[in-house]
């Protein structure tokens, strides 16, 4: 298969109700969307996220890097072409793009199907948690209460620098819906201290996990909250690359990993982290930004063919869609 051609586009949805963590508000997904044309006719797509304040990368960049980077991709075997990309400097979600539509492309030259070609026997259901957005405590109980109602049992609770908020709006989640299974989610807003007061506070609170509750630089930090928590830690963006990855499980610096395939560039180094996290017994989530529905559904795929590996699925942002809206 040689490229014949690479192309963009933006898009963008809106949100039923802002999306709102320690580190931005969002009230639109929106994304590029890169279209690769093969001369036998295959077709595939791929797609990115603006997440200046994670990646690095607005749709600016991407679109840009995309471009670039297409310059060397074209009349290339598609093969050819993944080597390429994952030898450039371009950011990981502009290769996160590409590295989908070519890991598509290699399932369709098979006849297979997404989650086939990675590996999984069958097609199956995969339950993503819901996120409940970072707001008052009384909103957030709203949130999480109207959520559960619709049979979303795993909520991803995002919480903010006030540690006396996290602690009071933890409680009052877990005592008004017991059945739920939470999720916490700091977005390195807590400081060591801090972390290990909420810990304290949560002697009696079951809780799935708490995700990178400090800054990704701080792993001697973050070890030493792995080390003194009765909950499981989840790395999240300590853990972009491979490289990373493997620190962090060497180094017990964490208990988990949470993969998303615009940190670490796509399918192919996801699948390179999943079969290291295997090999060492490790669990992981897979997780997005918000996302649009192409990205979204590979990743579905994805966690299809690591379902020993991935614990937790953290892809709701098509439940976060404005309702009724179509692209």
């Not at 819901?130 to 909520?155: C, R, V, W």
């Not at 930004?289 to 379902?307: D, H, K, N, T």
């Amino acid at each position: 298969m040689q490229i014949q051609s690479i192309e963009t586009e933006l898009q963008s949805i809106p949100l039923e109700t802002p999306f709102v963590t320690a580190l931005r508000r969002v009230e639109e997904v929106e994304f590029v969307r890169v279209k690769v044309v093969c001369e036998n006719g295959f077709i595939a797509f791929g797609e990115a996220p603006a997440t200046m304040a994670i990646t690095g990368e607005d749709l600016g960049i991407i679109e840009s890097s995309i471009e670039y980077i297409s310059f060397y991709l074209l009349q290339k075997s598609v093969q050819k072409a993944l080597t390429i990309l994952h030898s450039s400097t371009i950011g990981s979600s502009a290769k996160a793009a590409l590295d989908m539509a070519f890991v598509s492309l290699f399932a369709q030259e098979k006849s297979l199907e997404l989650y086939e070609y990675l590996g999984a026997k069958e097609k199956r259901k995969i339950q993503t948690d819901i996120t409940i957005s970072l707001n008052p405590k009384g909103k957030m109980l709203q949130d999480a209460k109207k959520a559960f109602a619709k049979k979303h049992t795993i909520l991803k609770v995002k919480l903010g620098k006030d540690i006396d908020h996290a602690i009071a709006v933890t409680k009052v989640l877990s005592q008004a819906l017991p059945k739920a299974k939470l999720l916490i989610d700091a977005n390195q807003a807590w400081s060591l201290e801090a972390s290990l007061l909420y810990i304290q506070a949560m002697q009696d609170i079951p809780l799935e996990l708490i995700e990178q509750p400090v800054k990704a630089n701080e792993l001697v930090a973050l070890k030493k909250i792995t080390q003194m928590s009765h909950i499981p830690i989840l790395a999240d963006e300590a853990a972009f690359t491979f490289a990373d990855v493997k620190h962090i499980i060497t180094s017990k610096s964490a208990d988990m990993i949470n993969i998303k395939l615009m940190k670490c560039g796509g399918v192919t180094k996801a699948v390179e982290i999943l079969e290291y996290a295997r090999e060492k017994n490790v669990k992981c989530m897979l997780g997005s930004m918000l996302e649009g529905p192409i990205s979204i559904e590979v990743a579905e795929q994805l966690a299809m063919a690591y379902s020993d590996v991935i614990e937790y699925v953290d892809l709701d942002s098509p439940l976060l869609y404005k309702k009724g809206f179509r692209l």
